[in-house]
């Protein structure tokens, strides 16, 4: 169960009723481009699909012997299943995420592993993302000079279902191969089988993950007072000339996750309107409580340039106490509460204290941080993000402004 809380911003509901016209709008501009292809809706059926589901099991259950799993892939291959495998991985694979093309890390980590127990899984929707590349022909030369021809049975590939130099290798080569559908694009690609196959070998609850995020689905399509995505869109547009967009999460199993957010909602929106006007807010991302000692101080005092986001579990998936001690009077008053009454404290505090700054704050209450909550809450950030996309006349599935950057790089290494 996902919940808005704008209790800090009042003048909310009378904005909603007034947007309500281009929300419903913007809802069914973008509905309306459902099936076209091109249009990159293609995430709004991944929660549907228990066909892909089928082959991810079966794929993982033939395949018991895997004690390291190696994900290569950048942004959108690697930002979703870091996420999620970090809140959810049963620990008894693990995980290397290859997102980088620093030296010292990648020696280390093939200094570690053992080729006979690990699982190369390449991911790039385009098959051609240089540091995925470079990578990737490090990790098959490895496993080929150690297992000869049986390196095919330890890598698997996750791309385009036709196109692109891996597609045509997995074909050659004969390798398990999984596609991203084509009518979905990386940073939406966290429940095609980019997230689900390795989230499969982490041992989490795929089918609660893919449940939540139908939960959104149904909520994003229904009536406008329970249709969240569109809530959360409209107080994202309302500051959207202020210039920061600041998503704090107060829970160290999702530490990663701000990160994914940042790629979808920067990568997104920020880009040129129909007008060719510079569009964009920059999201920021934060942890609490560990950011209450860093960032918080700027977000209370510094300048009323932010709408900050705050993501808060409601209740603790398992809980702990905090053990009374003799001669420690300072800690009186946390003994016998639990970690989370003083993480939710933490949270309750800090949404008040930048409340009470004037800043513009608002809470997104999750249940748990489970599988299920946190599929609900992925989709409906997507749903955001596509809505956003609507609402400032920009495509939210494209990323023109980076491909100046992959061009240059090519061009240096001549
Ligand atoms: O999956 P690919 O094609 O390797 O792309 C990786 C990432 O690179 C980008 O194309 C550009 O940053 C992202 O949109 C994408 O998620």
Known sequence: MLRLDTRFLPDFGEAL?????RLLEARSALLARKGEP???LGWLDLPEDTETLRLIRRYREANPWVEDFVHIGIGGSALGPKALEAAFGDGRVRFHFVDHVEPEPLRALLGRLDPGKTLVNVVSKSGATAETLAAFLLFLRWLEEALGEGWRRHVAVTTD???GPLRAFAEREGLASFPIPQEVGGRFSVLSPVGLLPL??????LEALLAGARKANAQAQGPLEEALPLHTALLQDLHRERPISVFMVYSERLKHLPFW???LHSESLGKRDREGRRVGTTALPALGPQDQHAQVQLFREGPPDKLIALVIPEHPVEDLEIPKAEGLEAAAYLQGKTFHRLLRAE???TYQALAEADQRVYALYLER???YGVGWLLQHLM???ALLGELWGVNAFDQPGVELGKALTRALLG
Request: proline share 10%; hydrophobic share 45%.
């Open 161 to 163: 279902p036709q196109k």
């Open 38 to 40: 091109g249009a990159m």
């Open 200 to 205: 499969a070998f982490a041992g989490v609850d």
């Open 369 to 371: 941080v489970d599988p």
């Open 17 to 21: 009723r007034q947007n309500a016209p």
């Open 261 to 263: 957010f940042v790629q």
């Open 347 to 349: 949270a309750e505090a």
């Open 383 to 385: 749903w955001q993000t």
